[in-house]
């Protein structure tokens, strides 16, 4: 537990107090006028008179406040000052302090500044994440895969094409356009020759941009 100075009263400071009350109501002089010449509010003033030092935050601002209004007052005995210190001594009590808990994350992030923040930061997130997958797009070449045939050695004097891409890619076998179906595959039926037979796919996307796959066919025979 943390622990503090807090000032209350003792017998001593109302002592002390009755001594300056006494010295200003024999010059007649009033709390207020005191308090404008020496620039000190009037309640601690009133305060010291009557011996409560409460209202002090701390001793050292009492112990000024006593002798800049015990200075005015011609009360600058030696004597009178230790009477007052042995006041502060008394009145001095310990007092358990509160100590401000630091905010945790969370309840600094639920602010109205923490919100505004926060859903400001998410928009951007959300513009940068578009515009890079838009970049990617545009920057990547279009998927496209080869499914058949397996082997590269083929009999006959056909061929049966088969294969998938990405949507709305522009698809050539050999140059001939293909269209895909729903489910992005493609198929086209290739007429081959004995011997070898190149085989040229090409995907383009929607960024103009062209993937191509090649292969060498080996035809081993003709077809009836």
Do not use: C
Not at 49 to 61: M, P
Not at 191 to 205: D, M, S, W, Y
């Amino acid at each position: 537990m943390v622990t503090g100075i807090e000032l209350s009263r003792s017998g001593h400071s109302r002592r002390a107090g009755e001594q300056l009350r006494t010295a200003r109501r024999g010059r007649n002089l009033p709390l207020d006028e005191i308090a404008n010449e020496i620039r000190i509010p009037p309640k601690y003033l009133r305060a010291l008179e009557e011996g409560d030092l409460s209202v002090f935050s701390a001793d050292v601002y009492a112990r000024g406040a006593y002798q800049k209004y015990a200075r005015f007052l011609g009360l600058e005995s030696r004597d009178i000052y230790h009477s007052f210190l042995r006041s502060l001594s008394e009145v001095r009590q310990r007092v358990s302090l509160k100590l401000p808990v630091p905010a945790t994350w969370l309840q600094r992030a639920l602010t109205p500044y923490g919100v505004i923040g926060f859903s400001v930061g998410l928009v951007g997130l959300v513009i940068v994440s578009y515009l890079g997958w838009q970049v990617r797009s545009f920057i990547q070449l279009p998927d496209l895969e080869l499914l058949e045939p397996v082997n590269m050695v083929v009999e006959g004097d056909t061929v049966i094409i088969r294969g998938r891409a990405e949507a709305d890619a522009l698809i050539t076998v050999n140059g001939e356009t293909v269209l895909p179906g729903e489910d992005q595959e493609f198929l086209f039926e290739l007429p081959v020759r004995p011997g070898i037979n190149v085989l040229q796919v090409e995907a383009t996307g929607a960024s103009g941009r062209t993937r191509v796959v090649t292969r060498d066919l080996l035809v081993t025979g003709e077809g009836n």
